[in-house]
């Protein structure tokens, strides 16, 4: 158990600057996953945690102590990689003995040790093959029992459900939650996919270009995100962008005019603004905010064309698209009666849009009346 | 049994015989007697005895001329059909031939001579192994030593190869330093030196270090090549960095990395390795010929090579003594050959 801290971390390699300094604080025993883009350097990040790569500048720090020179084994930290890793020549046994072997741990309590993890992770009949004879399930299964034998302080999770189908990775999902619940030790955990973050995590950490764009719990990422990037990441299908211009401002929010000639802006935003009129913008409203009928009190209309629908029987998405051409995905409970080609009129809250900024970090128009949001990071 | 009853009969044409088939099966006839053959003859000849090895015209089987032994001579005699001038024919050894006459006697009645022109008689021929080309060695020279030298040669020498080699590879593909690529390059750049070119440096080298006339100096300077670091670098790229970090985290020493997961993964691009080495080993002969001098310290070779005597060969030792050298690389090449295809296969593909 051990809590963890990054401290204005840098990495570089020759002349590139892959993190650019970062600042985090880890708890202990909480389940931290870091969530970007391929490239965004989050598995740099994991691998300077674990050791396996040097810090170019800042300091980490484990349970309050400088580790910038510690070597991965002496850290305390064990890793899943995302190929697992598992040694081919050795049998299942031998890979979650090998590190107990290398700190000379006597033979019976390896045996001890090994065999308790492998009844936590129904390995037991397994023991005696090679990872070549195991399916993609169990290789993960022998990977995580390989870090559990090391009772380590922090586990680290490079992308480790990436390989596997989709039906098993929301089973293991579900898998590494209980395990984190039942251990309570902490964890980091990396992936490109935003449903992993957001079903797993204690708190999400975003990574854009090697820079932290927003650090929360997964609502409050959701409901109250930082800037454009963090909105249009977290939350599938994706958040629509409207490009539009503030028409006023005034105590109960800003007013918004769009080019699309059918907007109907009666409700203004309620979000602060000390912008001048005039100026651009960038309104989000997330798919399942919408909604197809005239818009009321509070309420902003639209009117579209149904480009294509997909019926899911639950759900359905219907893509549309204004008359400025730009693209509105909304999302309905049930099924629609709607065709293709047809013309319908969308609405949606005043209070669930997002405004941003029209820069390049997109920030977003701070709140009037933060909505309860789960724990803000 | 039937695959391979399948496999060597099969024909493109169906029924009868393509000309491809003619083709591809005269071309691999003219390959199995070119590569082949030397070999079979070898083999052959060296069950000839020594008589039947100087014969003319030279024989494929050992099936040489017949040979009595009379009491009161020391050789065997060749024994001949002989057709006498009242018709008959009689088997007789010949005594003497002086010209086209030759003196023959009836091993029956030892004293009885006949004189016979060599147009009158024909050889008695019998199948015969001369095995004793084999037996004999054993107890004439001291092949036991030359085996036991070429043996502990080979197999040290084999072992630091694959050792050093694979300590030189797991630095070129593992690790990343300045200069890394100059120095893997600088390796390779060795193959283009031939190994005539450095024997003197080399001898002086071992010389200096007092090796002269000891296995140790045909050992070391053999130890590190340039084939073995490439052929295993370019294994060990295929195996993935993850592996090692996974390692590291396990807490397990650099040393440890290499011992216990990079050796064992590279197994079959240091069986490839090995063989190679086998074979370079025993098979060495410039190198050893410069070194050992004295003929307790010979391998099988060397050994060969002095049998040659200046004005006479004892071709039948020698030849028995040659197949005797060349068993042990063939039973290496013929169980691990399949380590050579994959080896080389899985090392040249990424």
New interface residues.
Partial sequence: MASLELVGVVKRFDATTVIQGVDLRVEDGEFVVFVGPSGCGKSTLLRMISGLEAVTEGELRIDGRRVNDVSAAERGLAMVFQSYALYPHMTVYQNMAFGLENIRTPRSKIETKVRAAAALLHLDALLHRRPTQLSGGQRQRVAIGRAIVREPTVFLFDEPLSNLDAELRVQMRTEITALHQRLKTTMIYVTHDQVEAMTMADKIVVLRGGRVEQIGAPLALYNLPRNRFVAGFIGSPRMNFLSVQVAGVGPDGVRIASDASAMNAAAPLPVRGDAAVGRRATLGIRPEHIHLRRASTGEVGLTARIESLEQLGATSFLYCVLSTGEKLTVQMAGQVESRRGEAVVVSFPADRAHLFDETDDGLAFERLHPRATGRAG | MVNLARMLSATRGRGRLDWTDWASYGYLLVGLVLMFGPVLWLVLSSFKSAAALNEFPPQLLPYGQATVTLPGKSEPLPLYRVKLPDGSTRAMVELRRIGIEATMIDPSQPTEEVKVNIRDREKVREFHLALENYTEIFGKFDFMRFLWNSVFITIVATLFTLIFNAMAAFALSKYRFGGEKWVFLIIISTLMIPPTIILVPNFLVVSELGMLNSPWGVIWPAVATPTGVFLLRQYMLTI?D??L?????????EW?IFW??IL??SAPALAVLAIFSVMWRWNDFLWPLIVLSRTENFTLQLALNAFQGELTTQWHYLLAMTVLTLLPVTLVFAFLQRYITTGIASAGIK
């Fill in positions: 993935p993850e592996l970090d996974a390692a590291r985290m396990d807490h397990a020493s440890k216990r997961i064992p993964l």
